[in-house]
């Protein structure tokens, strides 16, 4: 009798099951035994934002809770960019969860840039300045929303309330000094070009997990599920089979 293979999918900050459904349809066509589930983080696809403001640790909880409704003989998690970082953090304090991690381009190392961040603060207040006159505020979305791309904030400025204050929380949690705790196999999969997550973070990931294995797609961006599914499948197939 055949084991039941689950793998549970993490999206990154803005990710749902709506953006993985295209790479999930490649990857089940390729690797039919395995049961995919992606989850719907709190604040993204069909699931609402807490009410309080949450951070990694209440994240990974979630993931958990939601886990434990599905069974599976053998189960695996991979985890992408905040979905990497949440991930990380279940696994290195609950290794029953699953038998294999597999990290793609996941946020574990949050630098401290507070002279960035502090440009941006200053920035964001003299924008709201400016934005009060009127022939600037009838355009004001428009108007920040091209500020904040280009200081590289997009998803900053496409959260409101409570998810602003999440994504305000989540990017100075650094979870790098629990990778030493995760203690089951781990795959790091990263794009040989990511800019959202160098490269160097990744190979850092790798010395820092005991017992993982890093995989490097030549060309590969960021999003591989996106632009480099076929390269990523074919990882993955060594993986899960």
């Not at 999918?9 to 803005?14: H, K």
């Not at 300045?129 to 500020?147: C, D, G, H, N």
């Not at 900053?156 to 650094?174: A, F, L, P």
């Amino acid at each position: 009798m055949s084991q039941k293979k689950i793998l549970f999918i993490l999206p990154g900050w803005g990710g749902s099951k709506k953006t993985w459904e295209g790479f999930v349809s490649f990857l089940s066509s390729h690797i039919p035994d395995v049961d995919v589930h992606v989850l719907d983080l709190p604040c993204f696809g069909e699931t609402s934002c807490p009410t309080d403001v949450w951070g990694v640790k209440e994240y990974a909880k979630f993931v958990k809770n939601k886990m434990s409704h599905i069974k599976g003989d053998r189960v695996m998690i991979l985890g992408h960019s905040f979905g990497g970082q949440v991930a990380a953090y279940l696994v290195a304090h609950h290794p029953e969860v699953c038998e294999r991690l597999i990290l793609s381009g996941a946020a574990i190392y949050r630098p401290k840039r507070y002279f960035k961040r502090t440009l941006f603060g200053i920035i964001a207040k003299m924008l709201a300045f400016m934005l009060t006159f009127p022939i600037l505020k009838s355009r004001a979305r428009y108007v920040k929303k091209v500020v904040y791309r280009c200081l590289g904030s997009s998803d900053y400025e496409e959260s409101r309330g409570v998810k602003r204050e999440i994504y305000k929380k989540v990017v100075r949690e650094d979870v790098s000094d629990i990778l030493c705790k995760i203690i089951v196999h781990t795959d790091i999969v990263w794009g040989e070009k990511d800019r959202h997550t160098p490269l160097r973070y990744g190979k850092k990931t790798a010395e820092e997990i005991p017992n993982a294995q890093l995989h490097i797609v030549e060309g590969g961006t960021h999003g591989l599920h996106l632009h480099k599914k076929k390269a990523f499948v074919d990882i993955l197939q060594n993986i899960l089979l």
